[in-house]
Protein backbone atom coordinates (compact mmCIF):
# COMPACT_ATOMS: atom_id res chain seq x y z
CA UNK A 1 0.00 0.00 0.00
CA UNK A 2 1.34 3.51 -1.11
CA UNK A 3 -0.15 6.78 -0.17
CA UNK A 4 1.43 10.02 -1.51
CA UNK A 5 0.45 13.04 -0.68
CA UNK A 6 1.11 17.12 -1.92
CA UNK A 7 -0.45 19.82 -1.81
CA UNK A 8 0.59 21.36 1.38
CA UNK A 9 2.13 24.38 1.85
CA UNK A 10 2.21 28.75 3.39
CA UNK A 11 -0.73 29.94 3.37
CA UNK A 12 -2.48 33.21 5.18
CA UNK A 13 -5.13 32.81 7.81
CA UNK A 14 -8.54 32.81 5.95
CA UNK A 15 -7.07 31.33 2.63
CA UNK A 16 -7.23 27.74 0.77
CA UNK A 17 -5.40 24.54 0.05
CA UNK A 18 -6.11 21.49 -1.74
CA UNK A 19 -4.51 18.27 -0.92
CA UNK A 20 -4.24 15.55 -2.72
CA UNK A 21 -3.44 11.70 -2.67
CA UNK A 22 -2.27 8.96 -4.91
CA UNK A 23 -3.56 5.66 -3.86
CA UNK A 24 -1.71 2.36 -5.41
CA UNK A 25 -1.12 -0.93 -4.06
CA UNK A 26 -5.04 -1.94 -3.14
CA UNK A 27 -8.23 -1.79 -4.89
CA UNK A 28 -8.83 1.60 -3.89
CA UNK A 29 -12.74 1.96 -4.69
CA UNK A 30 -13.64 -0.68 -2.30
CA UNK A 31 -12.06 1.34 0.78
CA UNK A 32 -13.21 4.08 2.69
CA UNK A 33 -10.76 6.63 2.73
CA UNK A 34 -9.68 9.61 5.32
CA UNK A 35 -7.28 13.02 6.05
CA UNK A 36 -5.32 12.98 9.06
CA UNK A 37 -3.44 15.73 10.82
CA UNK A 38 -0.87 16.25 13.30
CA UNK A 39 -0.01 19.34 14.69
CA UNK A 40 2.83 20.19 16.83
CA UNK A 41 2.49 18.93 20.26
CA UNK A 42 -0.76 17.30 19.83
CA UNK A 43 -1.73 14.10 18.76
CA UNK A 44 -2.77 12.57 15.44
CA UNK A 45 -6.18 13.08 14.80
CA UNK A 46 -8.83 11.64 12.09
CA UNK A 47 -10.06 15.14 10.37
CA UNK A 48 -12.21 13.80 7.36
CA UNK A 49 -13.24 10.44 6.14
CA UNK A 50 -15.26 9.65 2.76
CA UNK A 51 -16.63 5.83 2.75
CA UNK A 52 -16.29 3.76 -0.51
CA UNK A 53 -19.98 4.90 -1.57
CA UNK A 54 -19.12 8.88 -1.08
CA UNK A 55 -20.42 9.51 2.33
CA UNK A 56 -18.61 11.99 4.24
CA UNK A 57 -17.88 12.87 7.89
CA UNK A 58 -15.87 15.08 9.50
CA UNK A 59 -14.72 16.61 12.84
CA UNK A 60 -16.17 19.32 14.44
CA UNK A 61 -13.43 21.80 14.24
CA UNK A 62 -13.84 22.09 10.48
CA UNK A 63 -17.22 21.32 9.52
CA UNK A 64 -18.25 23.63 7.05
CA UNK A 65 -15.02 24.29 6.05
CA UNK A 66 -13.27 21.22 4.50
CA UNK A 67 -14.12 19.11 1.89
CA UNK A 68 -13.05 15.55 1.13
CA UNK A 69 -13.95 13.71 -2.09
CA UNK A 70 -12.46 10.77 -4.06
CA UNK A 71 -11.79 9.77 -7.53
CA UNK A 72 -11.60 6.37 -8.35
CA UNK A 73 -11.03 5.94 -11.80
CA UNK A 74 -8.01 7.97 -10.69
CA UNK A 75 -7.55 6.21 -7.63
CA UNK A 76 -6.67 9.77 -5.71
CA UNK A 77 -8.48 11.71 -2.39
CA UNK A 78 -8.75 15.01 -2.34
CA UNK A 79 -9.48 17.89 0.63
CA UNK A 80 -10.50 20.93 -0.27
CA UNK A 81 -9.53 23.17 3.03
CA UNK A 82 -11.13 26.92 2.80
CA UNK A 83 -11.21 29.48 5.85
CA UNK A 84 -7.67 27.91 7.08
CA UNK A 85 -6.58 29.25 10.70
CA UNK A 86 -4.08 28.98 12.65
CA UNK A 87 -5.22 25.77 14.40
CA UNK A 88 -5.46 23.83 10.84
CA UNK A 89 -1.45 24.26 11.04
CA UNK A 90 -0.14 20.24 11.09
CA UNK A 91 1.30 17.55 9.11
CA UNK A 92 -1.57 16.03 7.03
CA UNK A 93 -1.68 12.45 6.15
CA UNK A 94 -4.00 10.43 3.86
CA UNK A 95 -5.34 7.25 5.20
CA UNK A 96 -6.50 3.71 4.72
CA UNK A 97 -9.89 2.74 6.77
CA UNK A 98 -9.23 -0.85 7.89
CA UNK A 99 -11.43 -3.23 8.72
CA UNK A 100 -11.65 -1.26 12.53
CA UNK A 101 -12.94 1.65 10.80
CA UNK A 102 -9.75 3.24 11.91
CA UNK A 103 -6.85 4.03 9.44
CA UNK A 104 -4.84 1.29 8.84
CA UNK A 105 -2.20 3.19 6.51
CA UNK A 106 -0.29 6.30 6.42
CA UNK A 107 1.28 7.73 3.79
CA UNK A 108 3.67 10.14 3.76
CA UNK A 109 2.28 13.57 4.96
CA UNK A 110 2.49 16.93 3.48
CA UNK A 111 3.12 20.41 5.37
CA UNK A 112 0.31 22.83 6.19
CA UNK A 113 0.59 26.15 7.62
CA UNK A 114 -1.64 28.76 7.81
CA UNK A 115 0.09 32.11 8.88
CA UNK A 116 -1.79 34.49 11.12
Known amino acids: VQLQASGGGLVSAGGSLRLSCEASGFIFKFNSMGWSRQAPGKERELVAK???????SYVDSVKGRFTISRDNVRRRLFLQMNSLNADDTAVYYC???????????WGRGTQVTVSS
Open 95 to 105: TRTGTSDTPDY
Open 50 to 56: ITSDGTT
